[in-house]
């Protein structure tokens, strides 16, 4: 037999295509063509070899599926059918259960499993022996199917037919050849990805300069699974430059013939990977969109990851000992473990548990470390989040600013609950301001070194609540509900927890058992409260007792100062670029002079925070024409697979052959206004579609977090693409003017922006118009070397005669500020980002939601889409009301906006709504159509009409005679996460025109 396997013949049918040099193959346009899909073996099988391929892709629009037989006419002279079935000249087919021979029927039920069910994953084969046809599936000989057959070559026919779209062929000679030993103990392969390095006897895996590659971090285990044996590893240490992080699964590769692939997610065959939150088979999604709650990427350090193939074939994840569920059924046999040191994922290492079996595990600790039972008294951990404080006693904790701040209130137990003890606590303070209350649970993450989130409600890593009357695991909805709500409790109410010996959970409230809430809960796990909304206060009890009020439990008297400033990460995020451009600049601020005179008795440090629009922005000189930056040129950060050369004048994309994508460049510094970024195009590659992106961002190079292209970046970004102009990744209109997929090289493309803020798009110097207008000043030049596009050189920039005197631009009208949502809502709302974002927490309705003031004539309020979850029907409502959030707070929220009976004029679907009753249909797009990113707003113009906007597109008018108004918002149905407030630019503007104003 020889030694090689072999490959499929570069002679096929008319709609199928070999790949992979000969290794796979696939149906070309399988959602238009169903047949004309064989290939053959590249030569003859040998007598006793086993020619086998994996299914690797399946469509389901079609009926029947793969057909696998031999025949004795070699490739190059067979006219290949529409389907093997009909060929004669000795050719013998197994299709669906049967098996024919020339066409006629010789075996039917020769296979109790039909070919038509095979899986992705799954495998068939056929072998010839002592003159018998032999089909395999999934590795299992099913016998002989034809025998005595004549003593010529046959060779081995593929039909991609139907469902089977992509087969590839499984070395099965190279999987026999090597002897493995499953009773060695468990480590890392020493073969492995090119970044990784191996110590601790090969049971610690790192990736070498973690801050310089993010990738290239594969490594297998040295040998197979055992069935119900556990794989798992330590996360070590991580940085926090990249986005994603480990990923951890199984492949049936083995590692000595492995072509290590840069990531596991760019593998397409013999592969089960946990990323993110998700299963990915072969390269795609797998079970489902969202396979856990617990996501890879925001594991801290010390967080335990590992997999278990059970002896049925189904694959189980564990997060910290705890199984996540069944992520894949027929996983076969002597699988690997494989791990992708990525991203923010540094280092690994093979935990204490790895190699044990079902029944040997110990019970899932925390943070890798194990507790005994105490008698000590429980307290409160010193460490919270960031607007929480403990007392000195440790018994008692509040929230600093009760009527400013409504969360950043978690507090826990310095130690985790004995079984069966019951961690209760005492509400002290109540303030009427806030909607929700008081949340309580367990969790198993550990206070030390945690990073407090802003609720409860967004912990994760297995942490159990009890929200309102719903009980969550993990920010998931386990059940509705419960019982008594927390957020009616008064002042001097109790509410409890216990983990009961068995495992189960149960709440209490004023002593009295709730029942069993949840069950399955781990040994370890600490208590866990967040001093939220309307609770701003409370302390321990004894089980069963009342709690002591001390000196030392009351809140700080407002003599008392408070060294915090409550800054938004936006707010955050625009001082730390303030600061770094002062110090570039090596220049103080213009309004020196203000601060050494001041007499508001402000401290040094809030001072600092005083800067004049050119420091913010981050021009300087920029903006009143002079050069003191120097010339344009790409900056030193840029794009993974991008390399600036030629004094920072020439931009390439590394290996344009092999990636196509990862090569985003910005400008060294901001564009002066009528200044021109231009560049030449000189290499193009015709191996891609697609080609040069060119646009502006207000991001710095040194804040960018660098995507694959450009357009995925969702804010404060303008880019052409194509024809297409678009505004922070979403199209605002086509045809522009250029198309960007068809420049050659020599072609110069430039891009302006002029001083009334719209943006010029240039070609071989000549402006083609205006493609966006009220674009900000202090934009950054950046070029995507996409596609077909390999290299270019900025050429020497110029600048609009007519603009080239530019002066400190005013406060445009109309950017006065940003909008909020006003902290009373619905009851399933929870707000972020200072009120800037809303967040539906459970059910399908009660998320309505109002603007935080009252609407001025002409003034737009718009939101767009975070996230969607697609187990409802139906979306997001928006619409006008002259009712006041503080009147709905003492009335009580309806379920939905087109519940409202009086003052209320809503668009629901396309169909206008007033006072819950129909006024207009087919208004406009329906709003259960939008997708993430997508924006919708509502504007109540001068002339007292409602005017609905979509993705920036005014629909005219819904209704008229509307008195002044708050915009109110419902989020409905698929509408889960994060309706974002854009006009985020508006604070920009707001914050620094005045030299004066404090952060």
């Known amino acids: 037999r020889k030694s090689k396997v072999s490959m499929f013949h570069l002679t096929c049918g008319q709609q199928a295509a070999v790949t992979d040099d000969g290794w796979a193959a696939h149906r070309r346009d399988f959602t238009s063509h169903f047949n004309n899909a064989v290939v053959a073996s590249r030569r003859p099988l040998q007598q006793g070899e086993l020619f086998e391929v994996r299914l690797v892709k399946r469509h389901a629009t079609w009926s029947g599926s793969v057909k696998i037989g031999i025949t004795p006419t070699p490739p190059e002279k067979l006219a290949f059918p529409n389907s093997i079935v009909g060929l004669r000249d000795g050719t013998v087919v197994l299709s669906g259960h049967n098996v024919t021979m020339d066409g006629t029927t010789k075996c039917e039920r020769y296979c109790s499993d039909s070919l038509d069910a095979l899986s992705e994953g799954e495998s068939v084969g056929v072998m010839i022996s002592n003159q018998s046809a032999c089909f395999h599936m999934n590795g299992k000989n099913l016998g002989p199917a034809i025998q005595n057959l004549p003593s010529v070559p046959y060779w081995v026919l593929i039909d991609l037919y139907g469902q089977c779209v992509e087969v590839k062929i499984a070395p099965r000679e190279m999987e026999r050849s090597i002897s493995i030993d499953t009773t060695v103990t468990l480590t890392f392969h020493p073969r492995c990805g090119r970044f990784v390095r191996l110590s601790n006897d090969q049971r610690s895996a790192s990736r070498s300069r973690p801050l310089d590659e993010f990738n290239n971090g594969v490594v297998l285990s040295n040998r197979p699974l055992n069935d119900n044996e556990l794989f798992e590893v330590v996360m070590v240490k991580k940085v926090s430059k990249w986005s994603g992080s480990l990923e951890l699964g199984v492949t049936v590769h083995k590692p000595e013939a492995f072509e290590m692939p840069s990531s596991l997610t760019n593998f397409r065959d013999g592969m089960w990977v946990m990323s993110g939150d998700g299963v990915i088979r072969d390269g795609s999604g797998g079970t489902s969109d969202v396979y856990t709650a617990n996501i890879i990427d925001r594991l801290p350090e010390s967080s335990r990851v590992g997999v278990m193939k059970k002896g049925n074939g189904d694959l189980h994840f564990y997060i910290d000992g705890v199984d996540q569920g069944v992520a894949a059924r027929g996983v076969p046999a002597n699988v690997y473990a494989v791990v992708d040191v990525y991203g923010q994922t540094a280092e690994v290492a093979l935990s204490e548990s790895t190699g044990r079996r079902v029944g040997q595990l110990a019970s899932p600790t925390i943070n890798s470390m194990s507790y005994e039972s105490s008698v000590d008294p429980l307290q409160f951990h010193k460490k919270c989040a960031k607007f929480a404080r403990v007392a000195t006693d440790g018994r008692s904790a509040y929230r600093i600013r009760p009527t400013e701040e409504f969360n950043y209130g978690v507090v826990m137990t310095d130690r985790p609950l004995n079984d069966n003890e019951r961690f209760e606590v005492e509400i002290q303070q109540l303030v009427d301001r806030w909607s929700g209350s008081l949340e309580i649970g367990v969790t198993t993450v550990s206070p030390d070194g945690y990073d407090f989130p802003s609720s409860s409600m967004s912990m994760r890593s297995g942490t159990w609540i ?59 796990v600490f208590g866990v409260v967040d001093v939220y909304g309307m609770c701003s206060q409370l302390a321990l009890t004894s089980e069963g007792g009342r709690a002591s009020r001390s000196a030392s439990s009351r809140h700080p008297s407002s003599s008392e100062s408070v060294s915090f400033m409550g800054h938004s990460s936006m707010q955050e995020r625009l001082h730390r670029r303030a600061v770094r451009h002062r110090i570039r600049r090596r220049r103080h601020l213009e309004s020196d002079d203000d601060s050494s005179s001041g007499s508001d008795g402000d401290s040094s440090s809030s001072s600092s925070l005083t800067l004049s629009l050119e420091d913010f922005l981050g021009v300087g000189s920029a903006l009143t024409g002079s050069s003191g930056d120097g010339s344009l040129c790409f900056h030193r950060t840029c794009g993974v697979n991008a390399v600036i050369e030629g004094s920072g004048r020439v931009a390439n994309r590394g290996s344009p052959e092999t990636e196509f994508n990862g090569a985003v460049c910005l400008t060294n510094r901001p564009l002066r206004d009528g200044e021109l970024f231009e560049i030449e195009i000189n290499k193009v590659v015709s191996r891609w579609s697609g080609s040069l992106e060119l646009g502006v961002t207000l991001i710095e190079p040194d804040e960018l977090e660098f995507p694959d292209t450009m357009t995925d970046v969702t804010h404060d970004t303008w880019m052409l693409s194509g024809s297409t102009v678009m505004k922070d990744g979403s199209s605002m209109s086509r045809d522009y003017g250029i198309d960007l997929d068809s420049v050659t090289p020599g072609n110069r493309i430039g891009v302006m922006r002029r001083r009334n803020g719209d943006l010029h798009f240039y070609l071989d110097g000549n402006d083609v118009g205006v493609a966006m207008r009220d674009v900000p000043p202090g934009v950054y030049g950046v070029v995507d070397l996409y596609g077909q596009c390999a290299q270019v050189t900025i050429t020497s920039g110029t600048s609009d005669n007519r603009l080239a005197t530019v002066e400190t631009p005013s406060t445009p009208s109309g950017w006065e500020g940003l909008h909020r949502f006003h902290h009373y809502h619905g009851r399933y709302v929870s707000m972020r980002e200072n009120n800037r974002a809303a967040v539906r927490t459970g059910s399908f309705n009660n998320g309505v939601v109002l603007s935080s003031d009252p609407l001025k004539n002409g003034e737009l309020f718009e939101v767009s889409i975070g996230r969607m979850a697609g187990r409802w029907a139906g979306s997001i409502e928006i619409g006008l009301t002259t009712l006041s959030p503080e009147e709905l707070h003492q009335t009580g929220f309806p379920d939905t906006c087109t519940s409202f009976s009086r003052g209320t004029w809503v668009v629901s679907g396309s169909t206008v709504l007033v006072n819950g009753s129909t006024h207009k249909e087919n208004y406009c797009r329906s709003l259960d159509s939008l997708k993430e990113r997508e924006r919708v707003g509502v504007v109540r113009e001068p002339d007292g009409t409602m005017h609905i906007h979509i993705n920036g597109r005014d629909h005219g008018s819904a209704c008229s005679g509307i008195p002044p108004v708050s915009a109110i918002l419902r989020l409905s149905a698929p509408t889960y996460l994060a309706m974002h407030l854009v006009h985020r630019l508006s604070t920009l503007w707001s914050i620094c025109t005045d030299k004066r104003r404090k952060w």
């Open 466 to 524: 009890m929200s309102g009357n719903t009980v969550q695991r993990d920010g998931h909805v386990l059940c509705c509900s419960y019982d008594e709500n927390l957020d009616h409790l008064k002042r001097g109410d109790r509410v409890g927890v216990v983990r009961k010996a068995n495992g189960d959970l149960h709440f209490y409230i004023n002593g009295k058992d709730l029942g069993q809430a949840v069950q399955g809960i781990p040994a370890n």
